[in-house]
T-cell receptor, first 116, second 115 residues
Framework: DGGITQSPKYLFRKEGQNVTLSCEQN?????MYWYRQDPGQGLRLIYY???????QKGDIAEGYSVSREKKESFPLTVTSAQKNPTAFYLC???????????????FGPGTRLTVL | AQKVTQAQTEISVVEKEDVTLDCVYETRDTTYYLFWYKQPPSGELVFLIRRNSFDEQNEISGRYSWNFQKSTSSFNFTITASQVVDSAVYFC????????????FGSGTQLTVLP
C-alpha cells in the first residue's frame, strides 16, 4: 500500500539525549515536511525539503536537524538543544507536479515523543 | 503573514444534529489554497478538502459541505446529520502560492458528537 510511515509511534527520551524520528514515503512525492503539535494547538512547521540533499528551516527549527539523502526518507533529529521537545510530531509529503494533488500535503500517523 | 483563526475551541452536539465549524483566514496573496483536515483520536491528519482562491464554488460531499466566501475571508465546514464517528479535531489550513506551499494551521476545533 502507498503511504507515509513514521516510527516509532511512541518514543521516550531522557533529558540531554538526541533522538531521531523516522519518516518514509512510497508515494513518489518530492516534498516532505515535519510539523510539531502541542496539546490544544495547531501544527507548526519545523523543516521542509523539496528535493534530495536540500532542506529549509520552518518556523520553529531551533533544536532540530534533518537530512534528505533519499527521496523516500526525511528523518528528524531532536537534539538536546531543543528545550521543550515533548510533543506530537507529524511528517507530511506532497507531489510537486501533476495536477490538483500537488497542492495537498498528506500526513503520516505521527510519533509521540516524551522527555522524561 | 498568513493566519488562520478557528474561534470555536470545542463544540458538542447530539447525534443527527447539523454542525458548522468556522474558519477565518488572512493572507496578502491573491492566489492561495485552503484545506480542512480531520484528526481522530489516533492522531493522524486525514485530508478532507482543498479549495483554490479562484474557485468560490461551494462543495458537497455526502454529509460534508464547505462554504468558501472570499468577501469575508471564510471557509466554513458543515456536517449534516452528525454521527458519533465524526468526533475528532478539525483543522483549517492555508497555503500561499509559493513553491514550498507551507501550511499555516488554525488551532483546531474539537467536535464531540454525543449518542
Amino acid at each position: 500500500d502507498g503511504g507515509i510511515t513514521q516510527s516509532p509511534k511512541y518514543l521516550f527520551r531522557k533529558e540531554g539525549q538526541n533522538v531521531t524520528l523516522s519518516c518514509e514515503q512510497n508515494l513518489n512525492h518530492d516534498a516532505m515536511y515535519w510539523y510539531r503539535q502541542d496539546p490544544g494547538q495547531g501544527l507548526r512547521l519545523i523543516y521542509y525539503s523539496q528535493i534530495v540533499n536540500d532542506f529549509q528551516k520552518g518556523d520553529i527549527a531551533e533544536g532540530y536537524s534533518v537530512s534528505r539523502e533519499k527521496k523516500e526518507s526525511f528523518p528528524l533529529t531532536v537534539t538536546s538543544a531543543q528545550k521543550n521537545p515533548t510533543a506530537f510530531y507529524l511528517c507530511a509529503s506532497r507531489m510537486l507536479a501533476g495536477g490538483r494533488s500537488t497542492d495537498t500535503q498528506y500526513f503520516g500517523p505521527g510519533t509521540r515523543l516524551t522527555v522524561l | 503573514a498568513q493566519k488562520v483563526t478557528q474561534a470555536q475551541t470545542e463544540i458538542s452536539v447530539v447525534e443527527k444534529e447539523d454542525v458548522t465549524l468556522d474558519c477565518v483566514y488572512e493572507t496578502r496573496d491573491t492566489t492561495y489554497y485552503l484545506f480542512w483536515y480531520k484528526q481522530p483520536p489516533s492522531g493522524e491528519l486525514v485530508f478532507l478538502i482543498r479549495r483554490n482562491s479562484f474557485d468560490e464554488q461551494n462543495e458537497i460531499s455526502g454529509r460534508y459541505s464547505w462554504n468558501f466566501q472570499k468577501s469575508t475571508s471564510s471557509f466554513n465546514f458543515t456536517i449534516t446529520a452528525s454521527q458519533v464517528v465524526d468526533s475528532a479535531v478539525y483543522f483549517c489550513a492555508l497555503s500561499e502560492a509559493g513553491s514550498a506551499r507551507q501550511l499555516t494551521f488554525g488551532s483546531g476545533t474539537q467536535l464531540t458528537v454525543l449518542p
